[in-house]
């Protein structure tokens, strides 16, 4: 069946380092989406990929679809310790209609 | 606040018992997703409904079983209740039930404790 891996699984980071996150798929994805799931919160959407090769920025986060619609990441510019939590991908295989969730990226910021 | 509400909040029950949680999608909102949260671990696609209908189908054991009433809210059952079925049960909803689907908002979840 279709899985979503992310790599790394951990990352800790001195606050200022920039921080990415990979997500990669064993089936082409017809869309993508990231949420962010704070310690002892719910997850939060963040962004919908769509498009082969899409880029997407929403301030120090920058969000890439792979050109094979297979892979995406994540990467956060300058990390503040409000981006700590844990981040994950959530990919939709062509003609179904569940997100399979990958396997998240918690990321640590140290002051 | 998401505007999906999950009772109750926690449930503390022993093995071999049944439960079931409860999930209210934002208002408008047709699709109801049930997740899995197992401590540290990632989120298990348990199954969607669609304005009532079931939509798609994860791992979800036969010891499962969910619905989706006419006024949109949602309930998950769990049956012979295990150790291992101790987690976060979280409840999204989203607008439509297609495709290219928009966001999903999630409520709160429901910690389930078996003893």
């Known amino acids: 069946g279709q899985q979503v891996m992310q790599i790394p699984q951990y990352q800790h980071v001195q606050e200022g380092e920039d921080f990415t996150t990979y997500c990669n798929s064993s089936?082409?994805?017809?869309?993508i989406q990231w949420y962010k799931q704070r310690p002892g919160g719910h997850p939060v959407f963040l962004i919908q990929?769509?498009?082969?090769?899409e880029v997407k920025k929403q301030k120090r986060l920058t969000f890439q679809f792979g050109e094979a619609k297979k892979n995406s990441s994540l990467h956060i510019t300058a990390t503040q310790t409000t981006d700590v939590g844990t981040y994950f991908c959530?990919?939709?295989?062509?003609?179904?209609?569940?997100?399979?969730f990958g396997t998240g990226t918690r990321l640590k910021v140290l002051a | 606040d998401s505007g999906v509400t999950q009772t109750p909040k926690h449930l503390i029950t022993a093995t071999g018992q049944r439960v079931t949680l409860r999930c209210s999608p934002r208002?408008?909102?047709?699709?109801v997703y049930w997740y899995q949260q197992s401590l540290d671990q990632g989120l298990q696609f348990l199954i969607q409904?669609?304005?009532?209908?079931?939509?798609a189908k994860g791992n979800i054991l036969e010891r499962f079983s969910a619905q989706q009433f006419p006024d949109l809210h949602s309930e998950l059952n769990l049956s012979s209740l295990e150790l291992g079925d101790s987690a976060l049960y979280f409840c999204a909803s989203s607008a439509t039930g297609n495709l290219l689907d928009t966001e999903a908002f999630f409520g709160q979840g429901t910690r389930l404790t078996v003893v």
């Open positions: 409904y669609y304005n009532g209908e079931e939509r």
């Open positions: 089936t082409t994805l017809s869309n």
């Open positions: 990929l769509v498009k082969s090769g």
């Open positions: 208002s408008g909102d047709l699709s």
């Open positions: 959530a990919g939709r295989t062509s003609g179904t209609y569940k997100y399979i």
